[in-house]
């Protein structure tokens, strides 16, 4: 979900009681949308309090007693009122306990106060966080910018309007098309963070996502008491280099010298932190399917490419499948969201990257190309003689035809 449709939809579950709880990897922009929410309120003439637990001080107070956050916000007698009361708590996983002071203050002051957090890594990673809360929270997950996003954050409104008439008439020929992909290269190259967007030095932007993995990611796996911090960091390297493939847990254990259940752990830490996503296999009945590995992907661009220390012009590049299919996996989890999004392989090899389901047996189905004349549909015959109602097209970055869709449109 973008961040405009991630406000609105923030907007609207005001007048529910149970807390909204936005999530997402560090410097996505969390802080940026609750402020944005928070203004709204005021425009609203509602009574509003910002916090962040990054303020010590604050932190200690509350993590003494959680009442305690009345201290800095509302006075006792506002809770008489009748009037609602909104409290946005920024990094909420600071806080010793998170999970025990939302369900205090939600079942304690459910009709006096709503209250909106935003929370990464250590919080979320909290195995007791989805039963503790049941009922008393909705989730709001926030990734980088899409690449629409990507355009607007680069000052370059004048392109939406011509990128959306690409998007809508496949036919359709724009007179800015080279510009819109130069900026599409630059996005699959350095992807959506925001602090990197805005940045446009291209030596910068590769030091901000050396930052981003060497202090933002080494804070998660502080956060999660991670031991061998550099066995964590080797598995996350060989991973952006296995973008697309299986994850073989057994495989990983035995290159890093580690246990299984460890790999497993750090894998679990990876997803909860929004760096990586494990998309699983389509579940279907044709005989000797299918695998139960999932395949791995990266839910930002520009991490990805640092970690493979791999930049340059795409056409270049020797992962540049790889990249296309990752950038193909952010579309369609923009498009369909993440619980339709499968993919399709059985025993003997045969391969769909992405299948989307809208039960069963009806779908859609895509297979990623780097350009059209590599797309062989004598290839994927298993896959549409056993699923014949699943609309099947390539996805391509060179189009020579329009039978293929364009990535860069799609």
């Given at each position: 979900m973008n961040r405009e449709h991630i406000l609105e939809a923030l907007k609207k579950h005001l007048s529910d009681k149970r807390h909204s709880i936005l999530i997402g990897a560090r410097q996505v922009g969390k802080t940026t949308v609750v402020k944005q929410l928070a203004e709204h309120l005021k425009q609203k003439n509602k009574k509003v309090v910002y916090l962040t637990f990054e303020d010590p001080g604050i932190l200690a107070d509350i993590n003494s007693h959680p009442e305690k956050i009345f201290d800095y916000t509302f006075h006792p007698d506002n809770l008489k009122t009748k009037e609602r009361l909104y409290i946005i708590i920024d990094e909420v996983q600071y806080a010793s306990n998170p999970t025990n002071l939302l369900k205090l203050l939600y079942d304690k002051y459910e009709t006096k106060v709503k209250i909106i957090a935003t929370g990464s890594s250590a919080f979320y990673i909290d195995r007791d966080f989805k039963d503790s809360l049941?009922?008393?929270?909705?989730?709001?997950?926030?990734?980088?910018?899409?690449?629409?996003?990507?355009?607007?954050?680069?000052?370059?409104?004048?392109?939406?309007?011509?990128?959306?008439?690409?998007?809508?008439?496949?036919?359709?020929?724009?007179?800015?098309?080279?510009?819109?992909?130069?900026?599409?290269?630059?996005?699959?190259?350095?992807?959506?963070?925001?602090?990197?967007?805005?940045?446009?030095?291209?030596?910068?932007?590769?030091?901000?996502?050396?930052?981003?993995?060497?202090?933002?990611?080494?804070?998660?796996?502080?956060?999660?008491?991670?031991?061998?911090?550099?066995?964590?960091?080797?598995?996350?390297?060989?991973?952006?280099?296995?973008?697309?493939?299986?994850?073989?847990?057994?495989?990983?254990?035995?290159?890093?010298?580690?246990?299984?259940?460890?790999?497993?752990?750090?894998?679990?830490?990876?997803?909860?932190?929004?760096?990586?996503?494990?998309?699983?296999?389509?579940?279907?009945?044709?005989?000797?399917?299918?695998?139960?590995?999932?395949?791995?992907?990266?839910?930002?661009?520009?991490?990805?490419?640092?970690?493979?220390?791999?930049?340059?012009?795409?056409?270049q590049r020797a992962d540049r499948g790889a990249l296309i299919e990752n950038y193909a996996y952010i579309r369609l989890r923009e498009l369909y969201g993440l619980d339709a999004l499968r993919f399709w392989r059985t025993a003997d090899g045969n391969e769909v990257d992405f299948v989307i389901e809208e039960n069963l047996r009806k779908g859609k189905a895509f297979e990623v190309k780097f350009s059209e004349s590599q797309f062989k549909p004598t290839k994927y015959k298993k896959f549409t003689e056993g699923y014949p109602d699943f609309n099947f097209k390539p996805l391509v970055y060179q189009r020579e035809t329009k039978k293929a869709l364009d990535l860069l449109v799609f």
């Open positions: 049941a009922g008393r929270k909705k989730i709001f997950e926030l990734y980088t910018l899409s690449f629409k996003e990507f355009l607007h954050f680069k000052k370059a409104d004048d392109l939406l309007e011509d990128y959306n008439q690409m998007q809508k008439r496949i036919t359709y020929k724009s007179l800015k098309e080279k510009q819109i992909r130069l900026f599409f290269n630059e996005y699959l190259n350095y992807g959506g963070y925001p602090a990197v967007v805005l940045e446009n030095n291209m030596t910068y932007k590769k030091e901000l996502l050396a930052e981003l993995v060497n202090s933002y990611m080494k804070k998660d796996v502080l956060e999660a008491n991670v031991r061998e911090d550099l066995k964590f960091f080797n598995l996350v390297k060989i991973l952006s280099h296995q973008t697309g493939d299986l994850v073989n847990q057994n495989e990983l254990s035995n290159t890093l010298k580690t246990a299984v259940g460890t790999i497993d752990n750090y894998l679990y830490l990876l997803r909860k932190c929004f760096h990586i996503h494990l998309l699983p296999p389509k579940s279907g009945n044709i005989r000797k399917e299918l695998t139960k590995m999932p395949k791995i992907y990266f839910n930002d661009l520009g991490m990805r490419n640092y970690l493979c220390n791999t930049f340059g012009p795409i056409e």
